[in-house]
């Protein structure tokens, strides 16, 4: 079981980035999806996550209405869209997995996921 994370960069403020999580060795149908970040000096805060059995997706509140969470089935991939983005959302930026048959991810909590892809650094200047 691998997850790829990749799609971070440096963008200026305002701008979008669309990270991307590639699943090989396993397909995403009963899993959870979680995109995670850590910015220096700060604990590890769930951005958002994907129930992929059911669909329903969950978003922290410093980023909902801003970051998008998807799936492309024939890619195993799921992507976290991110606009309007601010300073305070540079981080390293991973996703993780695990199985999951319910409904809701909210309360999946980190130390659930089993997997985890190698972070990609996003940095957003002023």
């Known amino acids: 079981v691998q997850l790829q994370a990749s799609g971070g960069g440096l963008v200026q403020a305002g701008g979008s980035l669309k990270l991307s999580c590639v699943a090989s060795?396993?397909?995403?149908?009963?899993?959870?999806i979680g995109w995670f970040r850590q910015a220096p000096g700060k604990e590890r805060e769930r951005v958002s996550c994907?129930?992929?059995?059911?669909?329903?997706?969950s978003s922290a509140e410093s980023v909902s209405g801003r970051f998008t969470i998807s799936r492309d089935n024939a890619k195993n991939t799921v992507y976290l869209q991110m606009n309007s983005l601010t300073p305070e959302d540079t981080a390293v930026y991973y996703c993780?997995?695990?199985?999951?048959?319910?409904?809701?991810?909210?309360?999946?909590?980190?130390?659930?996921?089993?997997?985890w892809g190698q972070g990609t650094l996003v940095t957003v200047s002023s």
């Open positions: 993780a997995a695990t199985p999951w048959y319910g409904s809701s991810c909210a309360s999946v909590y980190a130390g659930a996921y089993a997997y």
């Open positions: 060795e396993f397909t995403l149908d009963y899993y959870v």
């Open positions: 994907f129930s992929l059995s059911s669909g329903i997706t």
